[in-house]
T-cell receptor, first 117, second 108 residues
Framework: GAGVSQSPRYKVAKRGQDVALRCDPI?????LFWYQQALGQGPEFLTY????????KSGLPSDRFFAERPEGSVSTLKIQRTQQEDSAVYLC???????????????FGSGTRLTVV | RKEVEQDPGPFNVPEGATVAFNCTYS??????FFWYRQDCRKEPKLLMS?????NEDGRFTAQLNRASQYISLLIRDSKLSDSATYLC?????????WGAGTKLIIKP
């Protein structure tokens, strides 16, 4: 596709439920990032992939959060046993490579708005 | 202290006025800098990169002061459609570090 695609756009989960959020990056983009954006805040880094390798997961807030990108394209962010504090917009972004990202930033998907009730 | 700090606003500005935002960052090794725009309930979109020499894109001018570690964005002849949140972003290694954003409201 032409842009970064995320699904679902909206997700309401009951506390304790597991959720899976999908990101389909721009074709050919090597770098893929997940961010969490709480209301009134800037995005906060969660994790970074280069192709299928997860090079940094230091931003994942707890071991309930897990991300994968098994074939180096589509990525899934999974949250187990969701809690109310997990309610946020989860943004995925991709970049062709780090050099271009340094100069041009990267492209975001529309995000998944997760509400845990 | 946050790595990237911005005045949250809101800035209420009449249409046609000039408005300026500043942003400060703490990591002197930061490599590149950006302004993103985010509309309500939308994803952030790149507005412009910020270069040391300063750069302009139409009504928008961005400046970087590495010595003082601040970035600015100037919007001239503001339009109603400029109403949004403007996020200052700093690239350190591969991570983009985001400010919380400055909310701008342009009034007719």
């Amino acid at each position: 596709g032409a842009g970064v695609s995320q699904s679902p756009r909206y997700k309401v989960a009951k506390r304790g439920q597991d959720v899976a959020l999908r990101c389909d990056p721009i074709s050919g983009h090597v770098s893929l990032f997940w961010y969490q954006q709480a209301l009134g805040q800037g995005p906060e880094f969660l994790t970074y992939f280069q192709n299928e390798a997860q090079l940094d997961k230091s931003g994942l807030p707890s071991d309930r959060f897990f991300a994968e990108r098994p074939e180096g394209s589509v990525s899934t962010l999974k949250i187990q046993r969701t809690q109310q504090e997990d309610s946020a917009v989860y943004l995925c972004a991709s970049s062709f490579d780090l050099d271009r990202q340094t100069n041009y930033g990267y492209t975001f998907g529309s995000g998944t708005r997760l509400t845990v009730v | 202290r946050k790595e990237v700090e911005q005045d949250p606003g809101p800035f209420n500005v009449p249409e046609g006025a000039t408005v300026a935002f500043n942003c400060t960052y703490s990591n002197s090794a930061s490599q590149s800098f950006f302004w993103y725009r985010q509309d309500c309930r939308k994803e952030p979109k790149l507005l412009m990169s910020v270069y040391s020499s300063g750069n302009e894109d139409g009504r928008f001018t961005a400046q970087l002061n590495r010595a003082s570690q601040y970035i600015s964005l100037l919007i001239r002849d503001s339009k109603l459609s400029d109403s949004a949140t403007y996020l200052c972003v700093v690239n350190s290694n591969y991570q983009l570090i985001w400010g919380a954003g400055t909310k701008l409201i342009i009034k007719p």
